[in-house]
């Protein structure tokens, strides 16, 4: 089992950057596949990124690609997601996930736990 608390959510301006982090707690964090998820209002759950466990492997969303960046601190049990140049349609709740698989994944039903969420609200 995993405890995943996201923070680092806020109000920012289009163009303005923002840096998500997670905290994990109850098992061996280095072991999972980690995963960034985001519900905006009225929409389903969509891929935002994902890495391996040793960092190496990752994934973006193309709707992100080249202005978010994910990362883990396999010794501070934390991933992070470092968003640059926000968009009004970036706006949503944001979900950190943890998987045991070993390979990265953008399907939301390979994440066994979730956090709570974290709001990013871009305004134009």
């Known amino acids: 089992q995993v405890q995943l608390v996201e923070s680092g959510g806020g109000l920012v301006q289009a163009g303005d950057s923002l840096r998500l982090s997670c905290a994990a707690s109850g098992s061996t964090f280095s072991k999972y596949t980690m995963g960034w998820f985001r519900q905006a209002p009225g929409k389903e759950r969509e891929f935002v990124a994902t890495l391996t466990w040793s960092g190496r492997s990752t994934d973006y969303a193309d709707s992100v690609k080249g202005r978010f960046t994910i990362s883990r601190d396999n010794a501070k049990n934390t991933v992070a997601l470092q968003m640059n140049s926000l968009k009004p349609e970036d706006t949503a709740v944001y979900y950190c996930?943890?998987?045991?698989?070993?390979?990265?994944?953008?399907?939301?039903?390979?994440?066994?736990?979730w956090g709570q969420g974290t709001q990013v609200t871009v305004s134009s």
């Open positions: 996930a943890a998987s045991i698989r070993g390979y990265e994944s953008s399907r939301f039903e390979d994440y066994e736990y």
